[in-house]
């Protein structure tokens, strides 16, 4: 398979450096690790960080300014990042009000950065964490005890980065954390799968004519294998899954997500009929996101993500952020 590369061992250092190059206003690279920072720390607020394996650009490092994340800590490909560098993300956005961490739910996220509090707090840093599992498809996967994170997780990232830098509390935006993780479901799809840099071949395999329902972002399988569909009845059968999750819904905001190699205008035309959709079901869109937030490698489809939002939440939505790829959210 082709990949625009040079050694697949050096795929992330490179791609990091690539991208503190690009943007040194705005980012730097903590010396000897695989953290991406602010370039402008600003004191006397919560600290927010998250992290993961990369090949989900632009997350997490493409979050990272004013409004949203003040350090992504970037794994290799598809790998949780380690606790010692989880460690120096902390430390880095401590301005002693504590740090809170975004953590996706799979099972070396979730182990890595729990550790990395226990570090921290050695240190007498304040730390907390939210673990986010929006996916519906499965209840537990190979990487997984419990739903796994996937495109929620950047709602998430806005609505808590927008709390942290209008002074709120750690306890106030755990608190918050809380009740986001239960209003944000996801699913996804693909009709073809990503080519990891150091294997070089297919995650999974799928025919000519097959696509594959409730995929997650670590090139996995989803649940089954389908024959392809017609956009409408893609979507349609993602948004009736993840409506199941709700016991009413009044407002919302939606996010179609594309997983690295989908075109703008497929997504679109997904996002055409989801307002369609949910306009006849009496469900009023807040605001709808379209392109790729987090991505799965060169994986072709998308996820839908459904956010139950307040009048609150809405504000922390709006609330200016600066970073390389998210103006606003």
Known sequence: MKKIINDPANVVDEMINGLVKGY????KRLENTNVVARFDKKDSK?????GGGSGHEPAHAGYVGYGMLDCAVCGEVFTSPTPDQILEAIKEADSGKGVFMVVKNYTGDVLNFDMAKELA???DID???IIVNDDVAVEDSEFTTGRRGIAGTVFVHKVLGAMAEQGKSLQEIKEEAEKLVTNIKSMGMAIKP?????????????EENEMEIGIGIHGEAGIRKEAIKP???????LTDTILQEFDDLDEVCVMVNGMGQTP????????NFLNDYLKEKNIKISKSYVGNYMTSIDMAGFSITIFKVSDEEKEYLNFKADTVFLKEL
């Open 121 to 123: 707090e050695l240190e």
């Open 264 to 271: 703008l205008m497929e997504l679109y035309i997904v996002n």
């Open 231 to 237: 956009a409408n009845d893609i979507a349609k059968e």
């Open 24 to 27: 040194p206003d705005k980012l």
């Open 194 to 206: 990503c080519v990891l840099p150091q294997v070089g071949k297919e995650s999974f395999h799928l």
């Open 46 to 50: 919560v600290g927010i960080i998250s």
């Open 127 to 129: 730390v907390d964490y």
